[in-house]
């Protein structure tokens, strides 16, 4: 379910949840709840998307948040690099869950997203198709300063602030690869993985790209947090 579809009942939630103090009724847990704090150590709720989204306004929130998380980073300092390009509130993931085949350097909004979804969707998934963990994943980069399509003139990329990665594959404990270009119209098995996980980035992350959109992302999940919400 993304965050847009979610907005009704999150509003149910929350009245539910003024319903519950009044009568003291077991409260609603906080991931469910729209205007609490994010925890990335608590499970994915119905209001997850909302508190990631909360994050690319508040630097200093966002940065909290991953304090308090297990998930270990190092910030980056701000700077400019090109006319639409640079890094701002970015950090370089140093130990997640889940190992890169590169260095993953992106920003705090994605940092925090990325980790639940190593956690949240890609490992429970690896398990119920597989029965073998994630212990890699597989991507084609994170910082681009170009715009949208790589063309000459366009909206910039989210790429061009750090704020999406292109993963490729996943490597599993027991040597096999899954990628997206073999996969997405692969084996059953490899086909409800990606799909999987596709869905499930679309309830954490703001863009979700797959190869059902084009031919251009035929070999890679596009994930951002940028202002524009789609899952495809």
């Given at each position: 379910m993304t965050a847009h579809a979610a907005l009704p009942l999150i509003a149910v939630l929350v009245l539910l949840a003024a319903g519950a103090t009044v009568l003291k009724l077991h409260p609603i847990p906080p991931q469910h709840l729209?205007?609490?704090?994010?925890?990335?150590?608590?499970?994915?709720?119905?209001?997850?998307?909302?508190?990631?989204?909360?994050?690319?306004?508040?630097?200093?929130?966002?940065?909290?948040?991953?304090?308090?998380?297990t998930l270990q980073t190092?910030?980056?300092?701000?700077?400019?690099?090109?006319e639409f390009c640079g890094f701002l509130n970015a950090v370089e993931m140093q130990r997640s869950t889940i190992a890169y085949s590169a260095p993953v350097r992106v920003t705090c909004p994605m940092a925090a997203a990325l980790?639940?979804?190593?956690?949240?969707?890609?490992?429970?998934?690896?398990?119920?198709?597989?029965?073998?963990?994630?212990?890699?994943i597989d991507h084609l980069g994170t910082y681009a300063c170009r715009r949208i399509g790589s063309g000459p003139t366009g909206l910039p990329s989210q790429h061009a602030t750090a704020n999406a990665i292109d993963v490729a594959g996943f490597r599993l404990a027991d040597g096999r690869?899954?990628?997206?270009?073999?996969?997405?119209?692969?084996?059953?098995?490899?086909?409800?993985?990606?799909?999987?996980?596709?869905?499930?980035?679309?309830?954490?992350?703001?863009?979700?790209?797959?190869?059902?959109y084009?031919?251009?992302?035929?070999?890679?999940?596009?994930?951002?947090?940028?202002?524009?919400?789609?899952?495809?």
């Amino acid at each position: 379910m993304t965050a847009h579809a979610a907005l009704p009942l999150i509003a149910v939630l929350v009245l539910l949840a003024a319903g519950a103090t009044v009568l003291k009724l077991h409260p609603i847990p906080p991931q469910h709840l729209p205007y609490k704090r994010l925890d990335l150590d608590r499970p994915v709720g119905l209001a997850t998307g909302f508190q990631l989204s909360a994050l690319r306004y508040d630097p200093s929130l966002c940065r909290g948040v991953l304090k308090l998380s297990t998930l270990q980073t190092r910030p980056i300092d701000s700077r400019r690099t090109g006319e639409f390009c640079g890094f701002l509130n970015a950090v370089e993931m140093q130990r997640s869950t889940i190992a890169y085949s590169a260095p993953v350097r992106v920003t705090c909004p994605m940092a925090a997203a990325l980790y639940l979804w190593e956690r949240e969707v890609v490992s429970p998934s690896a398990e119920r198709h597989f029965g073998s963990p994630v212990v890699r994943i597989d991507h084609l980069g994170t910082y681009a300063c170009r715009r949208i399509g790589s063309g000459p003139t366009g909206l910039p990329s989210q790429h061009a602030t750090a704020n999406a990665i292109d993963v490729a594959g996943f490597r599993l404990a027991d040597g096999r690869r899954i990628t997206l270009m073999g996969g997405w119209d692969g084996k059953p098995t490899e086909q409800a993985f990606l799909r999987d996980l596709r869905d499930g980035a679309c309830g954490l992350f703001k863009g979700v790209l797959s190869p059902d959109y084009n031919a251009a992302h035929r070999d890679h999940f596009h994930l951002d947090m940028g202002p524009f919400g789609v899952c495809r």
